[in-house]
């Protein structure tokens, strides 16, 4: 569907008009689905960083933890970084975000690439943040939190703008870079 509308526009609007609105009709991409076995590699390398990350966090807490490949045994809880916990869905949300924000504030196809390669990092951090804050919460308020809780079922919101937050001093460091 996506080629006819573009094929479509080229043969009404013409290959000047296509080059004018490229950016526009290639955005459109971002509705075809990513094939299954690339989303599984790409939730497989989010929740590897993603565990790193709660590891690292987990390090500055005063929490004692240990830590057997995606779990994390914490007093009284076991908590298990699963491929939901990738982050994926904000991840996408990010790129996009992030591909709209190169095309609009930055000039050059590379600072544009690194904005964009910049969500990997961050979303693995922002999964991180997130993971620990619902443990922390289950240790030392209530273990329902993990089961029972918007925070956990729909706190992602929060969490994303974290993310956002996040992204913006990056968008403005290579910004200012091209004046």
């Known amino acids: 569907a996506l080629c006819f509308v573009v094929g479509a526009f080229i043969l ?12 526009v009709l290639l955005f459109l991409l971002f509705m ?3 094939p299954t076995a ?3 590699g790409i939730i497989r390398i989010l929740q590897v960083g993603s565990t790193e990350f709660v590891a690292l966090l987990f390090a500055i807490t005063p929490v ?37 924000a190169g095309h609009m ?3 050059s196809g590379w600072k544009k690439s ?5 969500v990997i990092p961050v979303t693995m951090f922002k999964n991180g943040i997130r993971i620990i804050t619902l443990s922390l919460f289950a240790v ?6 993990l089961t029972n809780s918007a925070l956990h079922t729909d706190g992602g919101i929060v969490f994303f703008v974290l993310a956002l937050l996040l992204m913006a001093p990056i968008l403005f460091l290579l910004r200012r870079s091209e004046k």
């Not at 009404?12 to 950016?23: H, N, V």
């Not at 779990?71 to 709209?100: D, K, W, Y």
């Open 12 to 23: 009404i609007f013409g290959l000047e008009a296509f080059r004018a609105a490229r950016f």
């Open 32 to 34: 075809v689905p990513v």
């Open 38 to 40: 690339l989303m599984d």
């Open 64 to 100: 004692p933890v240990l830590r057997e490949g995606f779990v994390f045994h914490l007093p009284n809880i076991s908590i298990e970084v699963a491929p939901q916990c990738s982050g994926i869905r904000s991840s996408m949300a990010l790129v996009i975000t992030s591909v709209l």
């Open 105 to 107: 504030f930055l000039k």
């Open 114 to 118: 690194l904005l964009v390669l910049a």
């Open 140 to 145: 030392y308020v209530d273990t329902r939190i």
